[in-house]
């Protein structure tokens, strides 16, 4: 009986390991790669990335309360 008892527990063991280590292979086919983009329509040299400007709205007011928070965080952590 104590045989039996060690092989189902090697048994489920061995199917735990299998099924875990078979659940990360996921096959995929290969994207293709997009087209490229117009060069008549672009503007910039290459090399060259385009970022746009700065503007007024809601997300500068999040960088100072991000600002105040960091800076709050460092100083309780300078206490320590």
Not at 18 to 35: K, Q, R
Not at 36 to 41: E, F, N, Q, R
Not at 44 to 70: F, I, K, N
């Amino acid at each position: 009986m104590k045989k039996l008892k060690q092989l189902s527990l090697a048994t489920t063991l061995t199917f735990m390991l299998a099924t875990c280590s078979l659940g990360g292979i996921i096959e995929a086919p290969v994207a293709p790669p997009p087209p490229p983009p117009d060069s008549s329509s672009s503007t910039a040299t290459p090399g060259d990335m385009e970022t746009p400007g700065l503007t007024q709205g809601p997300g500068l007011a999040s960088d100072s309360v991000t600002e105040v928070a960091l800076s709050l965080l460092q100083s309780v952590l300078s206490v320590f």
